[in-house]
């Protein structure tokens, strides 16, 4: 009998075999539930509670006839001026702290870097690739620092949060500022690490957690800000240095808002302070301020920055920084140093401003008076006024409120560049002080309208 031809197909004989033997024998018994009560459930996102406290600020804003402080649309570059609605504005709510933003020199060198590799690079490095800008620059900033290496992120938040999230475990200490950053807050979170919060700014604090805490962890990181965001102050960073140095701890500054202020050539807290970098673990930076771009930055040892490669989930699963964004935070770092007068002007700022609040009675916290000064008024609702009756007048300065800031300190906050004019600065000083007092002779708060609502 001549062979079948092997078809793929199932014979006849072999597909009777197979269902013969997949045959079910047993009867099946199906038990019937009674009707289970379907509880009906809001399940809309108008629940969630943040949302409703949403609307209620709104309600409030309606009661006073507050225009929305938040998403304002700006109709120009923004820098130390913008225009919004039309109306040109004197911008004190920008980073652009060295007034770099649109500077010419570095949107021909952007333009340049677009037309030769396009507006990304379509994956992250790890798959898709190195470019030549981006270790050239990352090998600049670890200059900086006085480290072996660095690592640019194409996102600053998650620089930090991969950064910590990634270098920690659950048998590591985190022991951060009080005020520091969310995205250090996050990191940790991620990493699992216990997390402790010593007070803001202070080495006592700091030194009685690790003397207590310490031996009962392995690995054990410090993280602070080199300047802090809400407050314009910095910490004692010999004294940090020391802690970690006796501890045995990594030690983690976070440069967002210093690189650029700090220092008479701009190169952060170490400047500032006169002390070596290098005795520093790991510098943490951004490029959407001084660098007027988007990304961060970690400058480390070398043994880091290679374990970051391969395993900070912000560098493997996330595209790598646009070339136009790495160049154009490469000139705006060259420019900063072939001008150092911007960063005199910038400082000059931040001093008169400090001066002039000082001398008008305002509370301007801890300051050190360089690119940030808060203008702290505890309630949050004179805060928000405060700001749309500046805006009123041509003055843009944010309001922070809780939880950007803890309970009862809220603030408008005041960034400063080198753009601005010494009579913007007079201006704005005038004009707050000038407000301020009617508010406070109105005497509107949270408590006065939370009535009027019931």
Excluded at 316 to 344: K, N, Q
């Amino acid at each position: 009998m001549a062979k079948a031809k092997n078809t793929g197909r199932l014979s006849a004989a072999e597909r009777a075999s197979l269902l013969q033997t997949s045959r079910i024998t047993a009867p099946v018994t199906v038990q019937v539930r009674p009707s289970q009560v379907v509880v009906e459930r809001d399940v809309s996102f108008e629940t969630l509670p943040g949302y409703k406290t949403i609307q209620i600020q709104k309600q409030a804003a309606d009661i006073l006839g507050l225009s929305n402080p938040f998403y304002r649309k700006h109709q120009a570059r923004a820098g130390a001026r913008s225009v919004v609605d039309g109306r040109g504005i004197l911008n004190f709510a920008s980073y652009d702290y060295l007034g770099l933003n649109g500077h010419p020199r570095i949107t021909e060198a952007v333009c340049a870097a677009a037309r030769e590799w396009g507006t990304s690079v379509s994956a992250s490095r790890l798959t898709a690739g190195e470019r030549d800008c981006h270790r050239q620059f990352e090998a600049r900033l670890a200059e900086i620092y006085g480290m072996q290496d660095c690592l640019v992120h194409v996102s600053g938040h998650a620089t930090n949060v991969s950064t910590i999230g990634s270098l920690m475990g659950p048998k590591d200490l985190i022991v951060h500022d009080s005020l520091a950053h969310n995205s250090i807050v996050v990191g940790a979170h991620q990493s699992g690490a216990h997390r402790i919060v010593f007070a803001h700014n202070d080495i006592e604090s700091l030194a009685e957690i690790l003397n207590q805490h310490r031996d009962r962890y392995e690995r054990c990181l410090i993280v602070t800000e080199g300047l802090f965001s809400m407050d314009g102050d910095g910490p004692d960073l010999a004294g940090l240095i020391e802690l970690k140095t006796r501890f045995g701890a990594w030690l983690m500054i976070d440069e967002a808002h210093s690189l650029g202020v700090l220092g008479a050539t701009g190169r952060g807290l170490a400047e500032r302070q006169g002390i070596d970098p290098a005795q520093v673990d790991i510098w943490m930076g951004t490029l959407s301020k001084t660098l007027v771009s988007c990304g961060g930055y970690i400058a480390g040892p070398a043994a880091l920055i290679e374990y970051l490669r391969f395993n900070s989930p912000g560098m493997v699963y996330s595209v790598g920084l646009p070339v136009p964004a790495t160049v154009a935070a490469m000139t705006a770092l060259e420019i900063m140093f072939d001008e150092p007068d911007r960063i005199r002007r910038l400082q000059a700022n931040g001093k008169r401003f400090l001066d002039g609040a000082k001398a008008r009675g305002l509370d301007t916290g801890t300051s050190w008076g360089l690119a940030i000064t808060p203008l702290i008024l505890g309630d949050s609702l004179r805060a928000v006024m405060l700001a749309d009756r500046l805006f009123r007048r041509g003055i843009n300065a944010f309001p922070i409120i809780p939880p950007g800031v803890p309970e009862k300190s809220a603030r408008l906050r005041f960034f400063i560049s080198a753009s601005h004019e010494p009579s913007d600065i007079d201006a704005a000083v005038d004009a707050v002080a000038e407000e301020f007092e009617t508010l406070s002779a109105e005497g509107i708060s949270v408590e006065t309208v939370a009535r009027q609502m019931r």
